[in-house]
Structure formats: C-alpha cells, structure tokens
C-alpha cells in the first residue's frame, strides 16, 4: 500500500529555516503529483506547495511565495519542502500528498486532488 512519511519538522525561531522531506513508498515516484499542505488547530487544511511528475511545473501557495521551495528527487522517491524566513503564521502540521493524474486537467491546490497523505510533521515558529 502506498505510504508517504514526512520529517524535518521541529522548533525554530523566526526568521530561521528548516527543510520539510516526504518519503514515498508503493508507488512509482514518476507518476505522482506531490503537494504539501498545513494545517492548524481548528483551522481548514491550506495548500503551501505543489510539483508535478517531471519536477518541471511548480505552483506556490501566495503566503509562501519567495520564501518556501517545493523540489522532488525521483530517484530516492522523495519530495522535499525548503523553508525560509519562517514567519509565527507558518507554524502547522504538514502534509504530504500524492496525486495520480487524470483527465481533465485538476487542480493542484485543491486538497480534492490527492490520492494518498501523509501523517504530518510538526513545525512550530517562535517569536
């Protein structure tokens, strides 16, 4: 069964950095639209990041534009999320997802989109 695993969460003050990895298992890495997601207490599932199979087409959430990178290696079946310049309102859960593509085109800051997700990894943004 397909599993996705995140790590790299932990506690960092503003203004640091941390890098988020996803690590994918039963599936062919090719194949996959990846996506990160956050999440907060009482608070609805948000799109931070999305790439596409090749790696070559990329869609940022406008709160995170020009400080998070989402990168894929396909080889080690891992999606990555680089976080800059981390800001209090950046502190949430996680997600990794996975998205089969299908016809017609979807979208990929729609959370609907995904197939498989991750548990979450914890990142928290002191001040």
């Known amino acids: 069964q397909v599993q996705l695993v995140e790590s790299g969460g932990g506690l960092v003050q503003a203004g640091g950095s941390l890098r988020l990895s996803c690590v994918a298992s039963?599936?062919?890495?090719?194949?996959?639209?990846m996506g990160w997601f956050r999440q907060s207490p009482g608070k609805e599932r948000e799109f931070v990041a999305a790439?596409?199979?090749?790696?070559?087409?990329?869609t940022t959430a406008d709160s995170v534009k020009g400080r998070f990178t989402i990168s894929r290696d396909n080889t080690k079946s891992t999606v990555y999320l680089q976080m800059t310049n981390l800001e209090a309102l950046d502190t949430a859960v996680y997600f990794c997802?996975?998205?089969?593509?299908?016809?017609?085109?979807?979208?990929?800051?729609?959370?609907?989109?995904?197939?498989?997700w991750g548990q979450g990894t914890q990142v928290t943004v002191s001040t």
């Open positions: 790439i596409s199979t090749s790696g070559l087409k990329i």
């Open positions: 997802a996975a998205d089969l593509p299908r016809p017609p085109s979807e979208n990929p800051q729609s959370a609907e989109t995904y197939d498989y």
């Open positions: 039963g599936l062919a890495s090719s194949a996959y639209n």
